[in-house]
Structures are given as structure tokens and as C-alpha cells.
């Protein structure tokens, strides 16, 4: 986010870090939510079409362009 709008123009902060507030682990919460799509892959030949890191540029993307922000 910080290099599509720089957070010292938008919040008068260093960066968008700034603003995440982390939080203990509560009881029943998974600590892993990652999918094993192995066996996609192997018995069907399926793949997906983005990794993390390119779709959640994308996801931004989209809401910055949605929202008129850029």
C-alpha cells in the first residue's frame, strides 16, 4: 500500500504499518488458515491463476481504482 499511495500524504504516517494493532491469540482460533491445494493439482491438474503475492496486488489494485483513491 505504501508504495500505491505513500501513507504520509493520505494519514500523515510513515507508512500503513502504523496502523495495524496486533492482538493475543484467542482459544479456537486456527493458527494456520493456509490451503494444501496438492491434491487439486495431482488428481485433477488444476493450478491456480494467482500466488499470493500477485493477486493481493491485484486485490489493491482493484479497491484503489473502486474507490477513486489513486
Known amino acids: 500500500m505504501d508504495q500505491k499511495v505513500p501513507a504520509q500524504e493520505r494519514i500523515g504516517k510513515q507508512s500503513y504499518k ?3 494493532t496486533f ?14 491445494a496438492s491434491k487439486l493439482e495431482n488428481e485433477l491438474g488444476w493450478k491456480a491463476d494467482e500466488n499470493f503475492d500477485t493477486g493481493i496486488v491485484k486485490t489493491i489494485d ?6 477513486d483513491v489513486v
Open 62 to 67: 482493484w479497491y484503489l481504482a473502486r474507490y
Open 23 to 36: 492482538v493475543e491469540d484467542r482459544a479456537g482460533h486456527d493458527r494456520r488458515y493456509a490451503i494444501d
Open 18 to 20: 502504523e496502523l495495524i
